[in-house]
């Protein structure tokens, strides 16, 4: 979810941790707006890209739409309507919709309630928003300069028993496969229950996976028949974002 194109300090917030600028804090799930208002003010005056974890703004590939309706407002409640479907939540959700290159739509969402509070809090500290992007998408978007070939990427949270919550997001010619779950598997799960029939699946299409990013993971990761790149904490060393 992009709301603008410049340079801008970088706010990451997972459940467990929040960094900002030097800030480095826990966290137990969403953080409240004292939590939210210490990290900002960490950071200089000016725009900020947020980054949140990936089940606060979940995300689905809609490949099935022939035709959308004419009228902004009308495409906006239809892709609204679309991502309520997929998620079956009745909270209002503010939706964000990217047609890709060959094809789909990427359809990003965040509670309507929580994008409000937080836009309100950043603008009263002079901080105000001009980018917020799930995990997942921050971390490819990183990667897609080199994606030469096939590939899958593992979005993590740690949920503090050795497993993990997350992201499955693949590509071959362009992102072609995106999967989330929200109940947490140890990595043998993972390499069982999701990477293996995804990496099936894809190699069907022609799409074969030839690497394995892995963001969050702690320790080994178990093999899986795909060479495995864990991705290092140094990418946030960034503190100006130009995405």
Not at 23 to 49: K, M, N
Not at 148 to 171: H, N, Q
Request: glycine fraction near 10%; hydrophobic fraction near 40%.
């Amino acid at each position: 979810m992009n709301l603008g194109r410049r340079g801008r300090s970088l706010l990451w917030m997972e459940s467990h941790r929040l960094w900002a600028g030097p800030q480095r804090r826990p966290l137990q799930g969403a953080p409240t707006e004292d939590q939210l208002a210490q990290a900002l003010t960490a950071l200089p005056e000016g725009g900020t890209a947020w980054v949140v974890d990936d089940l606060w703004a979940p995300a689905l590939l809609a490949r099935d739409i022939a035709e959308l309706p004419s009228g902004g407002e009308a495409r906006e409640g239809f892709f609204r309507w679309r991502f309520q479907q997929a998620f079956g939540s009745e909270i209002p959700w503010a939706v964000q919709a990217v047609r890709l290159e060959d094809g789909p739509y990427l359809l990003s969402g965040l509670a309507q309630s929580t994008r409000d509070a937080w836009t309100a809090l950043a603008t009263r500290l002079n901080r105000p928003i001009v980018s917020l992007q799930p995990r997942w998408l921050w971390l490819f978007n990183r990667l897609a300069p080199s994606l030469d070939m096939p590939g899958i990427l593992l979005s993590l949270t740690p949920t503090g028993d050795g497993r993990y919550t997350g992201t499955l997001a693949a590509w071959g010619r362009g992102l072609c496969m995106l999967r989330q779950w929200e109940d947490p598997l140890s990595p043998a799960g993972w390499n069982e229950e999701r990477i293996a029939p995804s990496a099936a699946f894809l190699q069907r299409e022609s799409r074969s996976p030839q690497l394995i990013h892995i963001w969050g993971a702690t320790g080994d990761w178990p093999y899986v028949g795909i060479p495995v790149q864990k991705l290092d904490e140094g990418l946030l060393a960034e503190t100006e974002e130009v995405a």
